[in-house]
Each structure stands twice: as C-alpha cells, then as structure tokens.
C-alpha cells in the first residue's frame, strides 16, 4: 500500500507555482521582510482603534473606570499576542526554521534580537519545507509597511525637537553661586 504525502497549505494554493500570494489571516505559508513589517503595522493600527474605541465607548457610557474596560483590553491583548506569533511563525518559515522559534518574542532581550533577525533576517530565495517563496509585494503592501515606522520616526523627531526648543541650554552645568547643602 503507498501513502501520497500531505501538502502544506502553502504548497497546495500555489497550484505547483513557485510562489504564492500570501492571505493575511493564515496560519500557515511563508511572508517576507517588507509583509512581516505590513502585518504587525496593521496588527498595531487595529489593537489601537480598538482600545481607543472601546476605552471611548465605555468612557462616554460612564463606565470607564471600570473593569469592562481592563477585560476588552485584556482580549485585545491576547488577540495581539496571537496574531504576533503567527506572524513571526510565518516569517521564521520563510527563514527555513521552525515556528517554535516565535517563542523567542517572549523572552526579554531575546525578543530584541529576535524582531530585529524578523525584520532583516534574509528569506529562503526558492522553495523550503514550509512552501513557495511568497510572490513579489504589492504596493499596497509597502505602504502599510512603513506607517509605523515612519510614524515612530515622527514621534522621535518632535520630541527631540521640542526638547531642543524648550531646554535649549538646559544641558549645560552652570557654576556654583554660593555654598550648596546636600
């Protein structure tokens, strides 16, 4: 008796191709550098429209303070969480390693290196055990990559400047002008 092999999800949307056009909501495949940026920018976008609506909504129905609100925000978290590991477990695949390895996100100043080997760590330029090589990006999907990023960047910028214009010389010691009491 032969047993035919079980293809990947990846490798059976493909049709044989050597690439695919990843979804979004997947749990399997393989994404690049410039959709692992994307997708976690459009997990962040999401995660804060929800917990500003939500923190809205209640605060307008009086019910702020309460613990409705840490209980939404505590979903969000967990569907935060969810959707970054199988992210990363997508990009570890394009990688040629395991999903095992999103575990490092969990684990401090190993999550650093881990992210940062995500966002630069060079894919596999053929087919790999975890399928196809993802097609090319969309535009639409280079832009989404760099709204967080380019928004962080803003962020640094105007409070470096703000800091700047407010404390001018503030950086400077200035000399003693009588006796000190420590």
Known sequence: ?????????????????????????????????????AYSSAAVIAVLLVAGLSGGLLGVAGLGATSLLGLVQGVVGIAMMVASFVIARRRFNDMGRSG???????????????????VFGKGDSGPNAFGPRPAPNTRGVIIVAWIVPVLLLGVVVAGAMR???????????RPSTGSQTF
Do not use: F, H, K
């Open 100 to 118: 095992w390895w999103s575990v490092l996100l969990v684990v401090p100043l190993a999550n650093v290196i881990a992210t940062l080997w995500l």
């Open 1 to 37: 008796m032969e047993y035919q092999t079980v293809q990947e999800p990846a490798a059976a949307a493909s049709g044989g191709n050597d690439e695919y056009l990843p979804r979004l909501l997947a749990w399997s495949g393989r994404i690049g550098r410039v959709r692992y940026l």
């Open 163 to 173: 800091g700047y214009q407010q404390g001018g010389d503030d950086y400077r010691v």
